[in-house]
Antibody, heavy 126, light 107 residues
């Protein structure tokens, strides 16, 4: 059974660095084109993809936040870590990690987020 | 960035109704379009990937289609458990983007 679970602080102060950990079980990151993505959702708003990782040599960030994001994996611990530097009020959101997989289609492989963690709510406030 | 515009933003429907949700991409994304369902207080769930391929375990009343840059999610007969928000998402190019969502409410 594939599961993902996020862990991190509930409250972070402006300008601090937010560090979130995703604990993965039931699959190996980078095996068979399976990786881990981070997605966030501000209260009452839409989803926003942040980053994904297939290995420490293959990681991609959303362009608007790439200067503030860092994603890494610890395969020995089955963990993926996301750091967000210099947080502000706009970073208040539920943060999800999800498995990103390549689904076969007539066009080739299409990537989708097929299993999600329960999410962790992070509030940025002084 | 590719913009995804969903319409309507919300709709009210009755159990048994046929419901159609639309997602329009700002440029061609071929069929690199996925649909997710999110019930209140719950985690998003993948329904359809590659515009029309049903994810395993998803009821067959859900279907997806594409016409150019317009994508449609259809629920053939709305069930009580289908009242939720639905999001489209493109994986054609980085950054991956989501639509703003359509909320399906009980009439």
């Amino acid at each position: 059974q594939v599961t993902l679970k996020e862990s991190g602080p509930v409250l972070v102060k402006p300008t601090e660095t937010l560090t979130l950990t995703c604990f993965v079980s039931g699959f190996s990151v980078g095996n068979g084109r399976m990786g881990v993505a981070w997605i966030r959702q501000p209260p009452g708003k839409a989803l926003e993809w942040l980053a994904y990782i297939f290995s420490n040599a293959e990681k991609i960030y959303t362009t608007s936040l790439q200067d503030r994001l860092s994603i890494s994996e610890d395969t020995s611990k089955s963990q993926v870590v996301l750091s967000v530097t210099n947080v502000d009020l706009g970073d208040t959101a539920t943060y999800y990690c999800a498995r990103i997989v390549a689904g076969e289609s007539p066009m080739g492989f299409v990537y989708a987020f097929d299993v999600w963690g329960q999410g962790t709510m992070v509030t940025v406030a002084s | 960035d590719i913009q995804l515009t969903q319409s309507p933003s919300s709709l009210s429907a009755s159990v048994g109704d046929r419901v159609t949700l639309t997602c329009r991409a700002s440029q061609s994304i071929s069929s690199f379009l996925n649909w997710y369902q999110q019930k209140p207080g719950e985690v998003p769930k993948l329904l359809i990937y590659a515009a029309s391929t049903l994810q395993g375990g998803v009821p067959s009343r859900f279907s997806g289609s594409r016409s150019g840059t317009d994508f449609t999610l259809t629920i053939s007969s709305l069930q009580p458990e289908d009242f939720a928000s639905y999001y489209c998402q493109q994986s054609y190019s980085i950054p991956y983007t989501f639509g703003q969502g359509t909320q399906v409410e009980i009439k």
